[in-house]
């Protein structure tokens, strides 16, 4: 009988955002007329902006055609789309990032869990808790943690506590860690890195030999001109960081699919004899093994993001979903409710009310409201008290949650 990665034996009994449907669905089978508004998963409802579609409907136009067809594309992504991000994204900002050093793929989420392909078993790992499970889960489905103790918590990993009482911006850690992951604007709490802090975790990661793994997903919603969008805004970043971005939320591409990873050429890492090698190579093999690229259809959608209508289109469906934060924030304080974040990031954080732990509240919201938001310990054991809900829905349905909230549910 063929053997199992008993790895995924130590997983905790769901995967987050499985469990909250499985929640959902029960409840739905038992009140089918109930009216559900999700502000759980960070799903965008909005269509795509028309540049986008209009590039790639003359794309599918032109594999309708032999002499403009395309099969296979280069796994690291088209030149013309790595060119426009380099300019834009980074060059414009300051980075030292050349094109050749973005690689294009289907979604940052599969890029954070696929570059552990490229590190080894032995590293010690550093998450923030709360933290975006995926960082942790895929860790332990490679073998790199331990098991999983009564407050949820990996054997193996170090965890970077997050709350009010810092800011949500986790402390350097004490000890020596090996790999560091860092989300700015965080996912769950929505909280953002000054450059002076970004600047002491590339010193901690140069001075310690570590590799700091940036998701920047939401850079895009920093609307403060003082925070950095990206880790290579910061000094010396190229030889510590590698950086994971999306057209996920920006740009509407959560069922298009289309993101990027930063891998600098001048980013080293170490052999099991101690021997200095390049992550660049590394990396670049591992996708053209593993990855065939996107579809170019896709690349061509994306590639009009930053054209001018792109960048308006863009821009104005970034100020739409924060502008839906700003009435879940308005609302919920106005009723009692402690939040966090919502301001340069599409996620409000809110404090559970009247001592409710993270499920007793989406039970309760649920049950009350008909509204779904996500449990803070579904983050971590330090998200207990604490709940997430998106601003990534349409306009009524926020506003119809938040008069629910507001009107059926009591802060004692």
Same mark, same amino acid.
């Given at each position: ?118 590190? @080894? ?24 943690? @331990? ?13 970077? /506590? ?19 992951? *860092? ?169 559970? /009310? ?11 919201? *649920? ?8 449990? @803070? ?36």
């Amino acid at each position: 009988m063929a053997t199992i990665n008993d790895n995924y034996l130590k997983l905790k009994a769901g995967y987050l955002f499985p469990e909250i449907a499985r929640r959902v669905n029960a409840f739905a089978q038992i009140n089918p007329d109930a009216q559900i508004i999700r502000l759980g998963i960070g799903d965008v409802t909005e269509p795509l902006p028309e540049a986008c579609r209009t590039a790639m409907i003359k794309a599918v136009e032109e594999m309708g055609n032999r002499e403009t067809f395309k099969g296979y594309g280069p796994e690291q992504g088209y030149a013309w789309l790595r060119e426009k991000i380099a300019q834009h994204d980074f060059q414009a900002r300051g980075c030292d990032i050349d094109a050749s050093e973005i690689f294009i793929s289907d979604g940052s989420k599969c890029d954070c869990g696929n570059i552990l392909d490229i590190f @080894g078993n032995n590293n010690t790992i550093a998450v923030t808790d709360p933290v975006y499970p995926v960082y942790v889960d895929t860790n332990v489905m490679a073998g790199h943690t @331990g098991d999983v103790n009564e407050k949820g918590e990996y054997g193996g990993l170090v965890y970077l /506590p997050i709350s009010a009482d810092n800011n949500f911006t986790a402390q350097i850690p004490s000890q020596k860690v090996d790999l560091i992951y *860092l989300c700015f604007p965080n996912n769950p709490t929505g909280a953002t890195a000054s450059k002076e802090h970004l600047q002491a975790w590339v010193e901690y990661a140069k001075a310690n030999g570590s590799i700091i793994l940036f998701d920047a997903a939401y850079e895009a919603f920093i609307s403060d001109a003082s925070i950095p969008h990206s880790i290579y805004e910061i000094p010396g970043a190229r030889d510590c960081a590698i950086e994971f971005r999306s057209f996920s939320k920006n740009a509407g591409f959560t069922g298009t699919r289309c993101a990027l990873t930063v891998v600098p050429k001048t980013l080293t890492g170490k052999t099991a004899d101690g021997s200095k090698v390049e992550i660049w190579p590394l990396w670049n093999r591992r996708q053209s093994t593993k990855f065939n690229g996107v579809s170019y259809i896709v690349q061509r959608g994306a590639e009009a993001v930053y054209s001018e209508e792109g960048k308006a289109q863009t821009k104005a469906l970034i100020n739409f979903y924060m502008e839906n934060a700003k009435i879940i924030c308005d609302k919920l304080t106005q009723a009692g409710i402690s939040v966090y974040g919502g301001v340069n990031a599409p996620y409000v954080w809110v404090k559970t /009310p009247n001592n409710l732990s993270s499920w007793d509240f989406f039970d309760k919201l *649920l049950n009350t409201c008909n509204v779904v938001g996500t449990p @803070g310990s579904g983050f971590g054991a330090a998200g207990e008290g604490y709940f997430r809900i998106s601003a990534f829905n349409s306009r009524a349905n926020v506003e119809e949650a938040m008069k629910r909230i507001t009107e059926r549910f009591t802060v004692a």
